[in-house]
C-alpha cells in the first residue's frame, strides 16, 4: 500500500462511519468468480502476450456503479476519480479506466452475448445466501424510454440509418399516454422481492407476449397478462372484465388477494427508477439497452440484498 492509498482509505473511514452502502453491497459476492467470465473476451491472456487488460473485477464493478448512480461513460470516469467511497468499491486502484475502456468493455459483452453468463452467476451466488425461489413468483413489465428525435416518422431508423436518435425503439400508447422505447420485463421472486430473471423488449411489445415463468411456480400476474397462458405450474393472474361479462363476487375477491402480492413486484422498478435514475436511457439499440437493463437488475438485487442480509 503506497502513502495515497493509505491516505484515502483513512479519507473512506470517515465515510464508512456514517454509513456507505456501497460499502455494504460490495461484500455481499464474491465478485472473482466473474473473472473467467470476463477474461475470454481478451487475448492477452494467451502465449500471444499483447497489452495487458483493465483487471476484470474492476470493469464489472464499475459498469454496476455507472447503473446504481445513474452515470454517463464520461461521468464515471469523472466520478470515481473524484469520489472516495467509489473508489473503496473499486477496490482503490491505480488507475480508473477512461470513458472509452466502459464503452468498450459494453460492446464487447454484446459481441460475445456474456449476459447471460454473468447474471446466472449472479443468481447461483444468490441461491447460495439462501435465496432460493420458495413461495412463488411475480412478473411484471415497465417502459424504459428513450429519445425518438425530431426526424420525421418514415425516415430509417434501422442499422443503416445515420442519426443518433433510438434506432430500434417503438411507440405506444397507454391510457392517454405516449410512450417511446422499450420495456423491461422482470419475474420478482415473492418472499425476497429479488429479480430472478429479466427481458428487454421494445415498448410496443404486449406485456403478455413474454412468459418468464416455469414449471413448478406460482406466478402472479396483473390483467394484462389475462387469457395468455403460462409455464408456470399455477397460474395466479388477475382476471378482467370483457363485454356484457362483468366479473362476479368470486373474481373480485380473488383480484384483490392476488393484487396485494402482485404489488410488490413495484419495488424493483421504484429504485431502479427513482434511485438509479435508469428509467431513461440514452442508448440507441435494444442490444445496448438490454446490457444497461442486466447492469440495473444486478444493482437493484445488491440493493435488495443489502437490506435482506443487513437489516
Known amino acids: 500500500m503506497n502513502f495515497t492509498s493509505f491516505i484515502l482509505r483513512q479519507s473512506y473511514q470517515k465515510i464508512a462511519d456514517l454509513g456507505d452502502r456501497l460499502g455494504e453491497i460490495e461484500k455481499l459476492i464474491d465478485w472473482s468468480q466473474f473473472v473467467p467470465i470476463i477474461s475470454e473476451l481478451y487475448s492477452d491472456n494467451l502465449v500471444n502476450g499483447g497489452r495487458p487488460h483493465t483487471d476484470e473485477i474492476l470493469l464489472i464493478k464499475i ?12 461521468e464515471i470516469e469523472k466520478q470515481a476519480n473524484d469520489r472516495v467511497s467509489f473508489q473503496n468499491f473499486l477496490g482503490f486502484p491505480d488507475t480508473i479506466p477512461d470513458r472509452s475502456t466502459v464503452w468498450r468493455f459494453r460492446e464487447r459483452l454484446i459481441k460475445h452475448n456474456k449476459e447471460e453468463a454473468i447474471w446466472t452467476e449472479l443468481q447461483r451466488q444468490i441461491d447460495l445466501l439462501g435465496f432460493q425461489i420458495k413461495r412463488g413468483v411475480i412478473q411484471d413489465a415497465s417502459f424504459i424510454t428513450s429519445d425518438p428525435g425530431h ?40 418472499e425476497s422481492q429479488i429479480i430472478r430473471r429479466f427481458d428487454t423488449s421494445t415498448a410496443s411489445l404486449h406485456d403478455s407476449q413474454i412468459d418468464l415463468s416455469k414449471s413448478g411456480e406460482t406466478v402472479y400476474r396483473d390483467r394484462g397478462y389475462f387469457g395468455v397462458r403460462t409455464e408456470a405450474s399455477i397460474d395466479k393472474t388477475m382476471k378482467k372484465a370483457s363485454r356484457n361479462k362483468p366479473l362476479s363476487i ?20 421504484a429504485v431502479i427508477k ?35 442480509c443487513y437489516s
Do not use: M
Open 151 to 190: 426526424a420525421r416518422a418514415d425516415k430509417p431508423r434501422g442499422e443503416a440509418a445515420k442519426t443518433r436518435r433510438s434506432k430500434d425503439g417503438t411507440w405506444v400508447k397507454k391510457g392517454n399516454k405516449s410512450y417511446f422505447g422499450f420495456k423491461l420485463h422482470t419475474i420478482v421472486d415473492k
Open 274 to 308: 427513482r434511485v438509479f435514475h435508469a428509467g431513461h436511457i440514452l442508448v440507441s439499440t435494444i442490444a445496448r439497452v438490454n446490457i444497461k437493463n442486466i447492469f440495473s437488475c444486478f444493482s437493484y438485487n445488491l440493493y435488495r440484498l443489502s437490506s435482506l
Open 63 to 74: 459498469l454496476v456503479l455507472q447503473q446504481w448512480h445513474g452515470l454517463s461513460d464520461y
Open 250 to 269: 368470486k373474481d373480485k375477491r380473488r383480484n384483490k388477494a392476488i393484487s396485494r402480492v402482485r404489488c410488490l413486484v413495484e419495488r424493483p422498478y
